[in-house]
């Protein structure tokens, strides 16, 4: 027992039992120091580093009017790829997701990675509702219900035809992901 204790002293603890104690001691200290470094960094980097433009994140930061949305689905001179997002301000599911959802909206923006386009359902009028109904009719749930939240990749071609090559209408962040993703790809 005696010599596992001294050799563990003489392991850990060498500037006791050194005639040379300044250059063990000073190595002893500076391991501590890139230690403790290491450590105030890491919590530097844990409490106060925050993505770029998802601290406020929300809806209304990245909201498009019902009207310019709307705009967004008609046809163009040539084939174009869109994301379309619909959500409503009372949904639980898409409170679940606004932060996340909302923060990669305005990434995805600055970078000009992909058009997306966003709308709260409740903004829009009974006619532009129908519309919705009549030029997606892939995404609605029992033909009369559209689910929120709900990402869509759309390609909308020169004839107006729309077709929803992706979709996501549940609060599973990690699903909304896959589409936004994908719609950065195809861009």
Same mark, same amino acid.
Request: with cysteine; charged share 30%.
């Given at each position: 027992?005696?010599?596992?204790?001294?050799?563990?002293?003489?392991?850990?603890?060498?500037?006791?039992?050194?005639?040379? &104690?300044?250059? %063990?001691? #000073?190595? $002893?200290?500076?391991?501590?120091?890139?230690? =403790?470094? !290491? *450590?105030?960094?890491?919590?530097?980097?844990?409490?106060?580093?925050?993505?770029?433009?998802?601290?406020?994140?929300?809806?209304?930061?990245?909201?498009?009017?019902? &009207?310019?949305? %709307?705009? #967004?689905? $008609?046809?163009?001179?040539?084939?174009?790829? =869109?994301? !379309? *997002?619909?959500?409503?301000?009372?949904?639980?599911?898409?409170?679940?997701?606004?932060?996340?959802?909302?923060?990669?909206?305005?990434?995805?923006?600055?970078?000009?990675?992909?058009?997306?386009?966003?709308?709260?359902?409740?903004?829009?009028?009974?006619?532009?509702?129908?519309?919705?109904?009549?030029?997606?009719?892939?995404?609605?749930?029992?033909?009369?219900?559209?689910?929120?939240?709900?990402?869509?990749?759309?390609?909308?071609?020169?004839?107006?035809?729309?077709?929803?090559?992706?979709?996501?209408?549940?609060?599973?962040?990690?699903?909304?992901?896959?589409?936004?993703?994908?719609?950065?790809?195809?861009?």
């Amino acid at each position: 027992m005696n010599k596992f204790k001294d050799f563990f002293i003489r392991q850990n603890l060498k500037w006791r039992y050194s005639n040379e &104690t300044t250059p %063990l001691v #000073a190595r $002893k200290s500076f391991k501590i120091g890139i230690g =403790l470094a !290491f *450590i105030t960094i890491g919590v530097f980097l844990i409490f106060f580093f925050k993505p770029a433009g998802t601290a406020n994140a929300s809806y209304q930061s990245v909201d498009t009017t019902p &009207t310019k949305a %709307l705009k #967004a689905l $008609k046809p163009a001179d040539r084939t174009k790829k =869109l994301t !379309f *997002i619909l959500y409503r301000d009372d949904c639980k599911a898409c409170q679940h997701v606004e932060k996340k959802l909302a923060g990669r909206i305005q990434k995805i923006r600055d970078d000009k990675q992909a058009r997306i386009v966003i709308t709260d359902l409740k903004k829009m009028d009974q006619q532009q509702l129908k519309t919705i109904q009549e030029k997606l009719p892939e995404i609605m749930v029992d033909q009369t219900k559209i689910p929120t939240p709900l990402v869509a990749n759309l390609t909308i071609k020169k004839d107006g035809t729309i077709e929803v090559t992706q979709q996501s209408n549940t609060d599973n962040f990690t699903e909304i992901e896959n589409v936004l993703n994908k719609a950065v790809k195809d861009n």
